[in-house]
């Protein structure tokens, strides 16, 4: 999340996400009890999604986190409240990946995913403040459908797809209501 925001209202989801990435770097040891009593209370009571990016910019590095997916034919599902690193390395053949953003803990405003998918499907479930950019990716015989391409100019989170796609669906959609 950066300084840049606007001053968009906050949600109770963006509150709750703040809360899990406070309640996650004081478990890690980043933050003392005091502090995160004093953070807590300032998420719980923030208005704009500015005031809550203030309360993590300092936790976590400029992401400098990798996760490893390789996937060999299956399912695998990336959901709840799980901690979104600077960048993931996607290898699939066969597989259907779910990227679930509704709950994640943002820890950066920009995640990369190289992606080199065959006969595969990534499905991304994207919040309100989540953009997904595709230009990076070479596509053959392949599908990108995208909700976001239109979105703010100021994503929370902007998610940047490069690589390779063969016989592959790289498919946005919206949390169920």
């Known amino acids: ?16 996400r703040v809360v899990d990435a406070l309640r996650i770097a004081a478990g890690e040891g980043r933050l003392d009890a005091e502090e995160l009593d004093t953070r807590l209370e300032r998420a719980l009571a923030a208005r704009t999604l500015r005031e809550l ?13 990798v996760l490893v997916l390789e996937q060999g034919g299956g399912k695998y599902v990336k959901d709840g409240h799980w901690r979104v690193p600077g960048r993931i390395r996607l290898r ?21 995913i190289d992606a080199e998918m065959v006969h595969s499907k990534l499905l991304i479930v994207g919040a309100p403040g989540i953009v997904t950019n595709a230009d990076g990716l070479n596509r053959t015989y392949s599908k990108v459908k995208l909700h976001s391409r239109d979105a703010a100019a100021d994503p929370l989170l902007r998610i940047e797809l490069v690589g390779a796609l063969v016989h592959a669906k790289v498919i946005e959609r919206r949390p169920r209501r």
């Not at 990946?97 to 950066?108: E, G, M, P, S």
């Open 92 to 112: 699939t053949q066969h597989a259907r990946v779910t990227l679930d953003f509704t709950h994640a803990v943002i820890t950066a405003s920009v995640l990369r």
């Open 1 to 16: 999340m950066s300084d840049d925001l606007p001053d968009l209202r906050a949600s109770h989801g963006d509150r709750d």
């Open 53 to 65: 990016a203030g309360l993590t910019a300092d936790l976590w590095p400029a992401a400098d986190d």
